[in-house]
């Protein structure tokens, strides 16, 4: 079993849309999670941090169940730019990051 | 640019030769990381220094790889009798440390490896 799983995708949907993506870990003892954004053929950058008691930036909203091990990410009000795939990130130990396959997101006008 | 720097940013070789990639780091970071990645997947850890030292590797590490970090400032990744296998992303990031789980944790461009 993949120590992070994600839907792959990918998902296509409408400018304006509201999008969310799932994430599953298999190591109970992880304490910290990341969502990242990744663009074709770039290097992966920081979108935001995952708290137990959700967060929200902006358009998105992290989310993190512990006891099903499952983190999201919702997105609303879709906009072009947010085309990208989406990396669900999770800290194994001190600084040891371990990264899904991601999810592509395709926004079109 | 006080970012992490990589190079070269693209190589391609002949199955069999072996390269060398080159990372550094961001000037205050102690940690730094190396990862591939292949086209649909994520980046997939192989390993990391905490300065000089070689904390963990991967299993995907195999033999004909080998990483170091002399001086615990750039960081090398070689790859011996490379196989087509091989082609991928190769990513590096480094990060300080401390401040938390995920503070200030950087990537590097990336130098694509394509063995032909």
């Known amino acids: 079993r993949k120590e992070v799983e994600q839907d792959p995708g990918p998902f296509n949907v409408p400018e304006g849309a509201t999008v969310a993506f799932n994430c599953t870990y298999s190591?109970?003892?992880?304490?910290?999670f990341f969502w990242y954004r990744q663009d074709c053929r770039k290097e992966p950058k920081l979108l935001m941090s995952?708290?137990?008691s959700g967060n929200e930036d902006g358009r998105f909203t992290a989310q993190l169940n512990r006891a099903s091990q499952y983190i999201s990410l919702l997105i609303r009000d879709s906009k072009l730019s947010d085309s990208a795939t989406y990396l669900c990130?999770?800290?194994?130990?001190?600084?040891?990051?371990?990264f899904g396959a991601g999810t592509r997101l395709t926004v079109k006008p | 640019d006080t970012g992490v720097s990589q190079n070269p940013r693209h190589k391609i070789t002949k199955r069999g030769q072996n390269v060398t990639f080159r990372c550094d780091p961001i000037?205050?970071?102690?940690?730094l990381y190396w990862y591939r990645q292949t086209l649909g997947q994520g980046p997939e850890f192989l390993t990391y220094?905490?300065?000089?030292?070689?904390?963990?590797k991967s299993r995907l590490l195999s033999d004909r790889f080998s990483a170091e970090r002399p001086k615990g400032s750039f960081s090398t990744l070689e790859i011996q009798r490379t196989e087509q296998g091989d082609s991928a992303m190769y990513l590096c990031?480094?990060?300080?440390?401390?401040?938390?789980?995920?503070?200030?944790?950087?990537f590097g461009s990336g130098t694509r490896l394509t063995v032909v």
């Open positions: 190591n109970s003892a992880s304490q910290s």
């Open positions: 990130v999770v800290n194994k130990y001190n600084n040891d990051m371990r």
């Open positions: 220094f905490q300065n000089e030292a070689q904390l963990e």
């Open positions: 995952v708290y137990s």
């Open positions: 000037s205050e970071h102690n940690r």
């Open positions: 990031a480094s990060s300080p440390g401390t401040g938390g789980a995920g503070y200030g944790y950087t």
